[in-house]
């Protein structure tokens, strides 16, 4: 059966006022049935977890199931998985931890690819302790990061790297397994930034050889909230500030405070949306139902992809600067004699969001000769359709002519 985008459609109210999101990397819409889970949650009996009170029970039960839906969407233990306010303070928190067990001349690796919020956290950390920072390229003109950008920049010392699965300004995905491998060759412990991977791909944790591995459900049609993933034993090693009467148990330990539970009612009901949109039948496990759901909405995206790519090339002045050989469907597109941030605002009048900007990948930015402004973003969606492309392409034809 092909994927119904039609059908898939059907379930976001959002898409209902009309506009085409072409802005899904900074934010997917969401469907009703997610926010029917966080609505019935907030209206239930609720206390904090426990398993003597039915509401105790019901917050209890969010949580535990929360982590398996996440467990089975990445290919993790639930038993690894620790949720947070969003993948940056998830990361900060990992950094500071970790922080307390280097010493001076110890080494990081952060890279020019990444957004942000895998590079300051380890900075600042670094800085505090009196570690050093190294620096990985990657190819400005064919987006590409390789295992020689990282080979370049590992020693002894190294005792962290800090990757992204893939560039959420240019799509770019680095070959995570090599690169990740040479950081444990190095001794060094590997944190993956998956926020934009995941969207897009199935993932295996284990598989991709990350020690961390950080997403954020608002990005695969979920609330706002984030996620890291580990080996419950590796978390047991770390031991992250936390109040005195808190709990000690893995994950718990990581987690400040009471847990948003309907944020994580949300973020299963993603999940189980997720999984319903591949060609699996019922009587398979979800994690199986995932990975075919994430195929085929895969197949649909790239199918897009290729569409605008060819309208693109049609068009007078125009570059694209996501080239690499394996990426997501994200292009970015800058103007001979534009302004972005021009193009930007002609599309939205015209019903179609597509914005302009560094996205926070400031370095990225900066290295493809952007600056601090960026360019134009276009990323696919699951519930983007043809006529949204054609949307989108007349309008840049508009704003060109």
């Not at 029917?36 to 609720?46: E, N, V």
């Not at 009612?265 to 993603?270: L, M």
């Amino acid at each position: 059966m092909p994927y119904d985008v039609r059908a898939v459609r059907d379930h976001f109210p959002a898409l209902k006022a009309g506009y085409a999101h072409f802005d899904g990397p900074g934010g997917s819409q969401v469907p009703d049935v997610v926010a029917d889970a966080m609505a019935r949650t907030l209206l239930s009996p609720l206390a904090n977890r426990g398993r003597v009170t039915a509401a105790e029970r019901t917050a209890d039960d969010i949580v535990t199931g929360a982590r398996q839906a996440m467990a089975d969407l990445l290919g993790a233990d639930p038993r690894g998985v620790v949720f947070g306010r969003s993948m940056t303070q998830l990361t900060y928190d990992m950094a500071r931890t970790l922080a307390a067990t280097w010493r001076p001349g110890d080494e990081v690796v952060v890279t020019r690819l990444d957004h942000d919020a895998n590079i300051r956290p380890w900075v600042q950390a670094a800085e505090a302790v009196g570690a050093v920072v190294r620096w990985a390229d990657f190819d400005p003109e064919s987006g590409e990061l390789t295992e020689d950008h990282l080979a370049a920049v590992l020693s002894p010392r190294t005792r962290l790297v800090a990757v992204t699965a893939a560039s959420n300004l240019i799509g770019t995905c680095p070959p995570v397994r090599a690169l990740t491998d040479l950081a444990h060759e190095a001794g060094a412990l590997a944190y993956v930034d998956g926020v934009h991977f995941t969207a897009h791909a199935a993932v295996h944790v284990e598989a991709l050889g990350a020690d961390f591995y950080a997403c954020s459900p608002y990005k695969f049609l979920g609330p706002h909230c984030g996620v890291l993933a580990a080996a419950p034993e590796l978390l047991e090693t770390l031991h992250p500030q936390k109040l005195l009467p808190s709990t000690d148990v893995v994950p718990e330990r990581f987690e400040l405070g009471t847990l948003p539970y309907e944020l994580l009612a949300g973020t299963t009901a993603a999940v189980d949306f997720l999984a319903s949109l591949g060609t699996a039948g019922p009587a398979v496990g979800r994690r199986e139902r995932l990975v075919a759901a994430m195929g085929a909405m895969g197949r649909h995206e790239d199918r897009l992809r290729g569409r605008i790519e060819e309208g693109l090339a049609a068009l007078p002045g125009i570059t694209v600067y996501s080239r690499a050989a394996h990426r997501t469907p994200t292009l970015l597109v800058g103007f001979a004699d534009r302004d972005p941030a021009a193009a930007y605002e002609f599309l939205a009048g015209r019903g179609v969001n597509a914005p302009a900007s560094s996205f926070y990948a400031l370095e990225a930015s900066r290295r493809l000769g952007l600056g601090d402004t960026g360019a134009l973003r276009v990323g696919l969606a699951p519930y983007i359709e043809d006529d949204d492309v054609a949307r989108l392409l007349d309008g840049l034809r508009a704003f060109l002519d």
